[in-house]
């Protein structure tokens, strides 16, 4: 009962940005988008999170629309490292506490 | 920060065994979640487990499969019992050490990958 979906896999240059796009209509307005990502046989590697406003950290960016119905993290300058499987994620409130509701995820791969 | 430890980091077990799967943090945390990661699939959350209560588990999960232990701030185990193909997946631990206090990040172990044979 994920709440986001993603396509499958993309394809980047390195040296260009890579756009990842997620859909989450049904998301709640107290809940937080997270972004993730995996890099093969590695543990979840924390990216950005937000609710409203944009965000930018020194790995990437995101934006959200306005209706919070979707967003998309931007990696400015892919490099070849950033190869991975990239979750779009709702941190939602369930019996109680918080958790984070993975989606199926995106194969990002990024060639030479 | 949290960092996560987690043993075994792999193992390969016989169908109709137990595996036991420890979970160590090198602070005290409310909250410890544990995943599974079946072969090329996300992540699925098995169960919430906070010190000193009964672990909430998500639908499809029951406690006689996998039992939680949680008998401190900083550890934690979850055990596949009764192991068959099916359950060869990656099992994850996360913690969540600042939700309460603003901080958003939740962080991961690296995960026990279980092959049942």
């Known amino acids: 009962d994920a709440k986001t979906t993603q396509p499958t896999s993309m394809d980047c240059a390195e040296g260009r940005a890579a756009n990842l796009p997620c859909n989450h209509s049904?998301?709640?307005?107290?809940?937080?988008v997270y972004w993730y990502r995996q890099i093969h046989s590695q543990g979840p590697q924390y990216i950005i999170h937000g609710l409203k406003n944009n965000e930018t950290n020194e790995m990437a960016s995101l934006i959200i629309t306005e209706d919070r119905k979707s967003s998309t993290l931007i990696l400015p300058h892919a490099t070849l490292r950033d190869t991975a499987v990239y979750y779009c994620i709702v941190r939602v409130r369930r019996g109680g506490t918080d958790k984070l509701i993975f989606g199926t995820g995106t194969r990002l791969q990024v060639f030479p | 920060s949290a960092v996560i430890s987690q043993k075994p980091s792999r193992d390969i077990c016989q169908r109709g065994t137990s595996l036991t799967i420890q979970c160590q943090v090198d602070?005290?945390?409310?909250?410890m979640f544990w995943y599974r990661q079946q072969p090329g699939q996300s992540l699925t959350l098995i169960a919430t487990a906070n010190q000193g209560s009964e672990a909430t588990y998500e639908s499809g999960f029951v406690i006689d499969k996998f039992p939680i232990s949680r008998p401190n701030l900083t550890f934690s185990t979850l055990t596949v019992s009764n192991m068959s193909p099916e359950d060869s997946s990656i099992y994850l631990c996360?913690?969540?050490?600042?939700w309460g206090t603003g901080k958003t990040e939740a962080f991961f172990g690296q995960g026990t990958r279980l092959t049942v044979v």
């Open positions: 996360s913690v969540t050490p600042g």
């Open positions: 602070s005290q945390v409310t909250m």
């Open positions: 049904t998301i709640s307005g107290n809940e937080y």
